[in-house]
Each structure stands twice: as structure tokens, then as C-alpha cells.
């Protein structure tokens, strides 16, 4: 794969570049990107960021470099990657909920979550953590579809429309104003994890993306977008098939019929 993008965004200030910041990285056979990414995301100037890579027993050997690229960049007292190793492939979704939920546990402010495939730019990461700072967001969506997000040119047309129509069915159905409510680039404040109890949500696909960022909306946190290019995935396969596919749009009506009969999950908003 061509190597992710980690120039341009000015710098932030010294302290907000210390700020805890671990991005979760769920893998599945992702051998070949791996090392890129990590590199990328280590060259980035951010010295309170650490790379949690969540890996469902690969039978590439994922995990095994994983554990190669975790030697390679602690250091003697500083932790800059970590490898949750789980038993077996159980969903994007339930990755993502034990990686977030290790990352908060460890004393992140904030988690950002990125695939490894190179789809989402790394030099967007330290714009993310701005915003958020600068504004008190709680979530931070890495968008395509706000004024300046684009999609790869490698996408065809029938996809980038199905892309399309599946934030609108979500968001039209939850009745949301998040244009890239199915984004998977997202960071988040722990706080806002924290409320959004990733030990009960029910989506173990890419529907996982649209239930916690619903649940965070209705918690009351807020939730702001910056534009991204989405690139597409240069090595290995897609992960989406038919049961995923089947979870992402009944989810939207489950999630609405609970808010409905139950009111806001999430419980409270507390810092």
C-alpha cells in the first residue's frame, strides 16, 4: 500500500500534543498495511499518542507483527503501541468496543478509532484533537460528506451512491443532522465513551459506528464534523458481507423504536 498521508496540519500547541490520545485500530488479516500504518501514525508530532491494535487471531500473522511493531517502537518507560489479542473474529463492532474500552481503562482522554487499510488520512488526526479541544466536542466525526470531504476516485459511482444513501436512511431514521453518521473515523472523549456503555452495545458489525454516535447525540454530547479524503483500500479484502450488511440497516430501526419506548441511553452527561 502507498503510505498514508502525514503532512501539512500545523502543529498544535505543546500541551494539546501531549494529550493522552490512543487510536484503536481493529485488524483482520491487515499483514500487509499494518506496518505502514503504524509507521505513519508514529512519525506523527503528537507525544501523548499510543496505537492500540485490536487483532481477531489473523491467520496472516497480524497479530504476531503487531507484536513485532509494539517491540520496535516502546521505549523505556513510554508505551507507544499496545496489541489487544482476542480468540477469534467477532465483529468490527465488538473490536472496537473492547480496544475503546482498554484505551479509556488505560487513562486516554481521547480514542480515536481508525481502520488500518489506509482509508482514512493520518495527517487529519492532529485537526481531530484540535477541534475537540478547542471547541469542548465530545465526538469529532472525520466526514466525508461535509463541504471539503471526498471519496476516493477509485470508488464507482454505484458505490459512492450506496455510501450516500446509507448515512441518509440512518440519519433520516434516527433523525440526526450528522451527515457521515456511518463514518468509522471518529475520535472521542472518554467521557463521552464513558456514557455511551460500549459493554452494551448491541452492534458487532459497521452498524457499531451508527449506534454510538446515536447513543452520544441522545446522552446529549455533542458531535462535530471536519472534512476528510477517503481514500480506498490499496491491499487485502473488504470485511463487509451479507450478515453486516443485514445488521447496518435494521439497526436504525431497533436504535429508534428503543429511543422511542426507553428514552435516552447513555444515562446522564457527567465530566
Do not use: C
Request: glycine share 10%; charged share 20%.
Amino acid at each position: 500500500m502507498s503510505a498514508p498521508r502525514t503532512s501539512a496540519a500545523a502543529p498544535l500547541p505543546a500541551e494539546w500534543g501531549r494529550t493522552p490520545l490512543t487510536v484503536v485500530m481493529p485488524t483482520y488479516n491487515e499483514a500487509q498495511n499494518l506496518p505502514t500504518m503504524a509507521e505513519a501514525l508514529m512519525a506523527l508530532p503528537l507525544e501523548g499518542l499510543r496505537l492500540l491494535v485490536v487483532d481477531d487471531n489473523s491467520p496472516d500473522g497480524t497479530g504476531t507483527i503487531a507484536d513485532q511493531l509494539a517491540d520496535k517502537y516502546n521505549e523505556p518507560g513510554r508505551t507507544r503501541m499496545g496489541v489487544l489479542h482476542r480468540t477469534a473474529k467477532d465483529g468490527l463492532g465488538r473490536a472496537y468496543a473492547a480496544g475503546m474500552t482498554r484505551a479509556v481503562e488505560e487513562g486516554a482522554a481521547y480514542v480515536l478509532q481508525m481502520d488500518a487499510d489506509g482509508s482514512h488520512p493520518t495527517d487529519k488526526i492532529a485537526e481531530m484533537l484540535g477541534v475537540a479541544l478547542a471547541t469542548g466536542a465530545d465526538v469529532v466525526v472525520g466526514s466525508r460528506y461535509v463541504p471539503g470531504g471526498t471519496l476516493s476516485d477509485a470508488w464507482k459511482p454505484h458505490r459512492k451512491l450506496l455510501s450516500r444513501w446509507a448515512n441518509a436512511y440512518a440519519s433520516g431514521i434516527l433523525g440526526t443532522r450528522v451527515r457521515d453518521i456511518t463514518s468509522g473515523f471518529n475520535l472521542w472523549s472518554a467521557p463521552a465513551l464513558r456514557a455511551v456503555r460500549l459493554d452494551t452495545v448491541d452492534s458487532a458489525g459497521y452498524s457499531f459506528q451508527v449506534e454510538t454516535k446515536y447513543r452520544a447525540l441522545r446522552a446529549g454530547f455533542t458531535v462535530m464534523e471536519v472534512p476528510i479524503h477517503f481514500e480506498d483500500r490499496t491491499a487485502g479484502v473488504s470485511k463487509m458481507d451479507l450478515a453486516v450488511q443485514l445488521e447496518s440497516v435494521a439497526m436504525p430501526w431497533r436504535l429508534r423504536s428503543r429511543a422511542l419506548g426507553h428514552g435516552a441511553p447513555g444515562g446522564r452527561r457527567a465530566r
